[in-house]
């Protein structure tokens, strides 16, 4: 069973401070999908990484995908509180069209 | 562009009652995913459509369970009959054939508790 394990779990910290998300797995994706999700909405589509290495970048949001294309960061810089959401990662395994959940981040940043 | 649709958002129901949901996709979106979120669990993979063929049907938990996609646009699952452990809450997702990231993108849900 692939499984994509996000860390951490909970996050709670101050506006302008600056914040990490990993996302790891022991299986290959051909590509990975970065979504954020408000309660009673659906997962709201961020970025898409489909090379090994690659970094996209979305305004304060940098998005990492790792060069043997099984883990993957979402760095925040200067948080602000519009930033608190659930925030998962998808992994396309090979092959297929199905996304692999990750188990989620769920950050609130304080004013 | 209207976004992905799904109907209704909430349902409530007793246990070995028949529910139907629907979801609409993005216009022109030939892939139409069913995933659903079970309470504390991550999301996980239901069903794959391409047009009105299942292409992957994998994670579709049990018999009662049953998915269409006639013509190709909307699709349907239908819960019969329905049991404690379906609640949760049920996402569909369209993304565009033409796509070899295939980005996948989310309706709002259908939450369903069974009682």
């Known amino acids: 069973t692939q499984l994509l394990e996000q860390s951490p779990q909970f996050l709670s910290i101050q506006e302008g401070e600056n914040l990490t998300v990993y996302c790891n797995s022991s299986s290959v994706f051909s590509s990975l999908q970065w979504y954020r999700q408000e309660p009673g909405e659906g997962p709201v589509l961020l970025v898409t990484?489909?090379?090994?290495?690659e970094v996209k970048k979305l305004k304060r949001l940098t998005f990492q995908f790792g060069d043997a294309r099984k883990d993957s960061s979402l760095h925040i810089t200067a948080a602000q509180p519009g930033d608190t959401g659930l925030y998962l990662c998808a992994g396309r395994p090979s092959g297929t069209y199905k996304y692999i959940f990750g188990t989620g981040t769920r950050l609130k940043v304080l004013a | 562009e209207a976004g992905v649709t799904q109907f209704p958002s909430h349902s409530v129901i007793e246990k070995g009652q028949t529910v139907t949901l629907r979801c609409d996709p993005i216009?022109?979106?030939?892939?139409l995913y069913w995933y659903r979120r079970v309470m504390g669990k991550e999301i996980k993979f239901l069903l794959h459509?391409?047009?009105?063929?299942?292409?992957?049907e994998s994670g579709m938990p049990n018999n009662r369970f049953l998915a269409e996609r006639t013509g190709g646009t909307y699709s349907t699952l239908k819960v019969q009959p329905a049991e404690l452990e379906d609640s949760g809450v049920y996402f569909c997702?369209?993304?565009?054939?033409?796509?070899?990231?295939?980005?996948?993108?989310f309706g709002p849900g259908t939450r369903l508790t069974v009682t």
């Open positions: 990484v489909v090379t090994g290495g």
């Open positions: 216009s022109g979106h030939d892939n």
């Open positions: 997702a369209s993304s565009w054939k033409g796509q070899t990231s295939y980005e996948q993108y």
């Open positions: 459509f391409v047009k009105e063929s299942k292409q992957d």
